[in-house]
């Protein structure tokens, strides 16, 4: 469980703006690559780390720089350096996982999301834009970026006509959707938890309930503040986001509500899972009261009789000392009494609808 | 269960804008029909689809293009580039369900409410509104305009002398209004179900109340942010409500208010309907439990009595060994005993009121 | 339970302005009385049916109508028209019930609020406020207004010295101190409950405590938005409420919080009550099962003791047969054996503080 | 329970600003007292209640009458003349209990406050606040001023030197500050459960938890109101507080928020002792449950072994019919089995830590 | 339990502004240290109490006093003077705890918060901020400064050549961040409880889990307000705190941000914690309730069959009665009828999924 969590805080104390990569973020190498367009160019290109203190704004058009890894502080506060980019900005990409955030500096802005990669963990990814410059830093090697490359080369959309902003949004619009396929699937696992919380009431169940909340409050913790990420962004005032992809952003905007709509929705049926789990047992407690209460009801009457005519009074002594024990139809007539009670006992239970 | 949900988008990382068909919504043939009219005139036609790019805003009075079915995105693209509307818009008109809202775009509104269709899920219903045109797109072919339509034939009202921001107000009313039987309807679950939680305690009735809670939550989805987008559309900037609609729309927003009190009281309803269904169980558990304990407790000390007298203990070793055994109405006296011990517990659990 | 909620819709796609008589509003026949007062002269009247449509503003000084019975919609259309109130106005007259408010129209407003007539539903008043004409509907004939008219008649206080706004305002504050009697009488009941809840725990008094939480809702849906309404009231800008008439109305706004208040605290009572009745049902559970565990341990053992020397080992094939069965007092030590184990028990139940 | 709550309404439909003392209001006499100080001058003496016709704002310094008891009406309407105080405000002063808030009336403030009384009931205090005037109205004869008047006697602070405005500051702060002991002894009542709910699960200790949060309620009702009435006086623009008393209100609207704070952490911890209880109560039916259980898997073995052998197969028919009973060693071989099969019964409950 | 709490007011009527120790405060010894830098320049030194009264702001550079320990109100007196601060600041400083805040006094701030030390109580930290000096309080030596101070004398960062609001920042940010490693092993005691829950259901695992509840609640209270202060000082109009300091405000606001988020997921882990031990009680009832029905099942009826060949008809008397009793394999036959039932329950209970 302990893995669930991830420790967000460097060493109280220490100086602000202080770049140190995370214990675990020297797991995944460092890559770095480049795409330069405008309306009628196109480039991309691998940057060797070594190459990286010669990067530069462009002249014309834009520039996106991709970096994989975080495991290398000092790349990461050469590119700082190199755009000029806040030192605690560049403290908040390597000290994952912030909440989704829009930090406003001076001219660029750092956009901070989640991403999210059902099953594993969701990744951070932090997105610088400036005025001519889009840098972002993912973890580790993704693929949700891909299709934004794959439109850049194919020259399709307007995205290659359009600024930075419009590059910045299209890249929040493809973590921001990636949430969707998640929270397919964590519907299919509430829809198959309600019909295993009918069939079995083992504790299991209850625990695979408690992880789909969690997994569901994990997911909210991400959209939820990337809503406010988003409202911020459209009421930006920076000048760094066109009015023209403000329009865009509203419905990137809309997503994120959309998102919490269905997280709200798959709440509610995962606290009716948990009020239907208590039913079960409770259910399940009542199937074997009535176990037990049939068959003490049937056997204790029973038992009453056979023990009755099991005493042993002196017959000899007296003649109203059990006188049954030696009719000539005794033992018959007993074993009718006690069909017939254990009969009238079944139509008791089948009245109460118990059998 | 799975098909509650609606699977709402696109796969991430397409181009914003796209506009993609829906999976079923093939299942709906497209069908468009036209109404223009003014103060003096009205004309009614069905729409060819080869003719819709011919399509243009008409002159004087008002347009209204009424479009059933989203099975082809090339239409939608046409009327689209037709009437100016921005290509955002078109996509959340394909890409249904959206949550209800009102988009505000360059010299046109895009109007997103959802249909009640009870039992069956809601339909989504986009209505643009520009300066004289106003075109609808339903999912399916449906009558919830019919009563406008009919308005318009027979001159009535001040619809007709009007503008669209009017026509647009009265489809929406008509569309709001409709959740009113909805949700009449699911009242009288409740209330069939607030009976039966008393008479079975079956899981099915602990099933049905899920559903309600369910539909409940479906409801105040589709009507909480409608009442958003009827509070925006009255505080619109546009200039494409007149201040005379706006008097209407309050009306329709006071409507939606009307509604989300009565979601919330049937929400209270069935939340109490979950605790009584609890109470239920645990009140049939004590009557299991009090048949178990009366058994018990009367035959348990009986059983004991028999037993008593039936050991062996050798009466003609010592004049000490069950001389009761050789009394003259040793067995009677028992009997007595029996009938008297029994006779107190019953007594006893009258006190309690278990009988 | 059905009769606990009315309808309160017309068909959907109903012409908004559409004058149609609730399904129950011709059961109250319909009578109009009238008062024309200023600081000097005062005239109380009763106004025929027929003679509505001469019904005009008057010079000076304030006209005040009131209309119990809300079966003839001409009727309201007639003195709409006579005092220009708007249709969507008139409408909300008729289609009760509304939800509390203030609505704003050119030259008029109009206050819905709700009166309490515990243990009968709430009734819709409706005030419209002009210039120079206070019109107030009821839906049926009732005594709340009478002190008001009371104090005209007598000149008493400053009523008749001022506008109309003063006698919307004392005709609002005697609706709304209405819910104060309504509230103590819930909170008697809500005393009777707690004492019902510790002596019996039949499904009854649960049904009861469901009960008063809805009749707790019903105060809180009709006095929330009546908060609101004396909100807006307050911060009226229309120039129909005077600011000498506001302070008065910022004690009527007082007195809904207070309501709320107390409808707070009932419903905290209420939801205690609930638990306090689960607590009742576990406790309850716990005392059957203690005497179910009492009996039982108390007479298993004694079985068994009694079961052991009915066994029938030969005693005459060996000595170590049941050799207790011969001894001279073996019976009496069986009793004493048997009286101490009871004994223990006892003890045992008394340390455990269930006897 | 019905002495908790007291009344607080006049009759519906009685004139706004009729003032009539409450139904207890005679129980307690009513006392003046006046103090007039400035910084070099000091008054104290006690007002016969002939004398309240010729009162009237002083030339210089500051004024602070206090009426201990609300029994005649008509001094408070005399006060009310003399110093110009608002129909309605006075209403409020003997209608209690009011809720605590701050209204503004032409040329004077009225500070409603609750006064804690714990164990007894909170008290009204009504402060009106004028240019030179302090007029004090307490339900009864208090305690609560008594430092206010030693400090002014006395010269200290800078109280003599301020305004009107300086001394209701410090009676607000001595009132608010009079809920900290009362907090501080409802968490030693909490406290005190939390042992308590360990030891014994009667009802009475549920009653005294619900008690508990009762009055906890009611704090909050006191002082939430109180709250925002000190913000309020922060924000005031009557010009009757002056900015430097305002900085010294701030630290009377904290300690609001402080108590608010603590009422809050006690609600939780008593809502923690509900839950503590029910897991009480259901581990008393767990050890009931355990206790049964060990019983009868003990004795039912034993019992049906010892039935075994009580059976009477004729051994003379049949050497298959129950030779054991013939054995040398066949009832010491049943002990030995018995005392077995309760042997591994003891070992099963004990690996079960049932024992 | 007592010692969780302290108390945190002065006795009602206390003279605002009051300087008194808190009654604890004593058993911290008091000491104070000074720094002195500007960007070329640093000097540390102790500074006896009784060289306090000779304190003034420096006359360029920034002067930083650290004191330790609340126990002498004179002393505190005495800084207070020496460099202005208010009264009621100073009395904020002793009357611990207060709420984190942030007070704006005329020409300094007064920034309160909460420094956590778990396991032990959180400890009020009172920061002033003026024009040139930062005069700090905390109720005993710490260590949460030194790295502050470390930097300060290695002349790191941008500290030493920036002002005293500088200083004011980094000393909020190593408090906030102190609580992030309490948070992280708050979370470890809820995955440690998340097993044990499971293991065993003792009331000491419930108080555990309360007591866990508890804890979190105290970082939300000290971390809420701490976040509201920090926002508070982003939007600080008073000149104390420069543009380029709030870029690293915002910072510490968003680490309250994270803090709460984390508080918020633990504390719905401890609520589905107690889920999870009401479901671990139920379980265990139900297995409890299972062993009993087994036993009772399997040996109700094999001693109603031993106990009816245990009664005593008389053979001789009619070839009817219990002619069983001499058969050749009546005994065997007795025992395979039991083996036959005993398997009957057996595969029944399997089938139940009870074995």
Redesign the interface.
């Known amino acids: 469980?302990?893995n669930k969590?991830r420790?967000?805080?460097?060493?109280?104390?220490?100086?602000?703006?202080t770049l140190t990569a995370h214990a675990e973020a020297s797991l995944c190498p460092v890559s770095l690559s480049a795409i330069a367009y405008d309306a009628g160019s196109f480039r991309e290109w691998s940057i060797p780390v070594s190459q990286v203190a010669s990067l530069a704004p462009p002249e014309k058009g834009v520039l996106w720089i991709d970096v994989c890894g975080l495991g290398d502080p000092a790349l990461v506060q050469t590119i700082g350096e190199r755009f000029g980019f806040?030192r605690?900005a560049l403290?908040?990409v390597l000290n994952v996982p912030?909440?989704p955030?829009v930090?406003d500096?001076d001219g660029h802005l750092l956009i901070v999301l989640r991403e999210s990669h059902y099953p594993e963990m969701a990744e951070q990814v932090s997105i610088f834009l400036s005025a001519a410059v889009v840098v972002t830093f993912q973890e580790r090697v993704g693929d949700?970026f891909?299709?934004?490359r794959d439109?850049l080369r194919k020259m399709?959309?307007m995205?290659r006509s359009s600024g930075p902003d419009m590059l910045a949004?299209?890249l929040c619009?493809?973590i921001i959707?990636?949430f969707?396929?998640t929270l397919?699937k964590l519907?299919?696992e509430a829809?198959a938890l309600?019909d295993k919380v009918?069939s079995?009431?083992s504790?299991d169940t209850?625990r695979e309930i408690?992880e789909l909340?969690?997994r569901l409050?994990d997911v909210r913790?991400a959209v939820w503040p990337a809503r406010d990420a988003m409202n911020e962004l459209l009421r930006d005032d920076s000048g760094l986001v066109h009015p023209a992809t403000k329009?865009?952003l509203?419905?990137c905007y809309?997503h994120t509500?959309?998102l919490l709509?269905m997280v709200e929705?798959f709440r509610?049926?995962s606290s009716?899972l948990?009020?239907?789990?208590?039913?079960?047992?409770?259910?399940?407690?009542?199937g074997?009261?009535?176990?037990?209460?049939i068959?003490?009801?049937i056997?204790?009457?029973?038992?009453?009789v056979?023990?009755?005519?099991?005493?042993?009074?002196?017959?000899a002594?007296?003649p109203?000392?059990?006188p049954e024990?030696?009719?000539?139809?005794?033992?018959?007539a007993?074993w009718l009494v006690m069909l017939a009670a254990t009969g009238g006992m079944v139509w008791f239970f089948r009245r109460k609808k118990?059998l």
């Open positions: 469980m302990a969590r420790k967000r805080w460097q060493t109280p104390g220490t100086m602000p703006g806040h605690l403290e908040d912030q909440r955030k930090d500096y949700a891909n299709p934004v439109r399709a959309g995205l949004y299209e619009d493809a959707d990636g969707f396929p397919e519907g299919e829809d309600e009918l079995e009431t504790q209850f408690r909340k969690r409050l913790h329009t865009y509203r419905d809309d509500v959309q709509d929705t509610d049926v009716s948990v009020d239907e789990y208590m039913m079960s047992v409770s259910n399940r407690m009542n074997i009261m009535k176990v037990l209460t068959i003490a009801t056997f204790m009457p029973l038992s009453f056979v023990g009755l005519y099991g005493m042993n009074f002196d017959r002594a007296s109203y000392n059990m024990l030696g009719w000539r139809y005794g033992y018959p007993v118990w």
